[in-house]
């Protein structure tokens, strides 16, 4: 039985994905790197802004340390946010799907991205109070795949709700659209919701269900093949 829903943002309710890549290259060119997008998003999707820099500059023999890497987030963080100030980045049918979800269930967002990002983005699409709150980058020390994110969320969920029954890890469905996502979410005992917007489903196969897109995603469709498994 589904009693909690918990999203990705990026790449999963916001086709931002593109946005992050162009921002992580205009930084990285400073140090003379350039990634391609095919090997972002092989590897590199899924995780936060830290991970993603530090993963980069160790495999390309820069320097690595912590003041570093936090003068290149702060950058693209710069970046990125012009990018999105005024955009709608959501995917069609997020909305949708995202309100009749609300209506049924408690909502979370766990993702890699900033708070301040993730708000702006949620604010700016007029979704921000149908989520209880954010676990967003900085509110854990390790991103995905680690479970991190998702066991904040579920804390939080039950702070919020102070239910006397209170909602259980495999309670919890997590929308996600990679495998990072997908690992750290089962890491937590939850179940996954994985949709191919930026992978193809043989690389997501992990997830209990697999869906093309948000696009027309029927939320009962999703509950009868969890209860199928």
């Known amino acids: 039985m589904i009693r909690a829903v918990i999203f990705d943002l990026d790449g999963t309710l916001v086709d931002t994905e593109p946005l992050h890549f162009a921002a992580f290259n205009e930084v990285l060119r400073g140090d003379g790197i350039e990634i391609g997008f095919d090997d972002y998003t092989a590897r590199l999707i899924g995780l936060n802004d830290r991970d993603c820099f530090s993963t980069v500059l160790r495999e390309n023999g820069k320097g690595a340390g912590e003041e570093h890497v936090a003068k290149l987030i702060a950058r693209k963080t710069a970046v990125y946010q012009a990018a999105i100030a005024e955009r709608d980045v959501l995917y069609q049918g997020a909305e949708k799907f995202v309100r009749d979800c609300a209506r049924r269930f408690p909502l979370m967002i766990v993702t890699g991205t900033l708070r301040v ?59 996600e659209d990679t495998q990072a996502g997908i690992d750290a979410a089962h890491r937590a005992g939850m179940k996954v919701l994985a949709l191919c917007h930026m992978a193809p489903a043989s690389e997501l196969a992990a997830a209990d269900v697999v869906r093309a897109s948000i696009s027309n995603l029927d939320l009962d469709d999703v509950i009868h093949a969890l209860r199928g498994r």
């Open 117 to 175: 990002e993730a708000e702006t983005i949620l604010r700016h699409a007029g979704l921000r109070e149908l989520f209880l709150d954010i676990i967003a980058a900085e509110d854990v020390e390790r991103g995905k795949p680690e479970p991190d994110g998702f066991i904040a969320a579920l804390g939080r969920i039950g702070y919020i709700l102070r239910q006397r029954d209170p909602v259980l890890a495999d309670e919890c469905l997590a929308v």
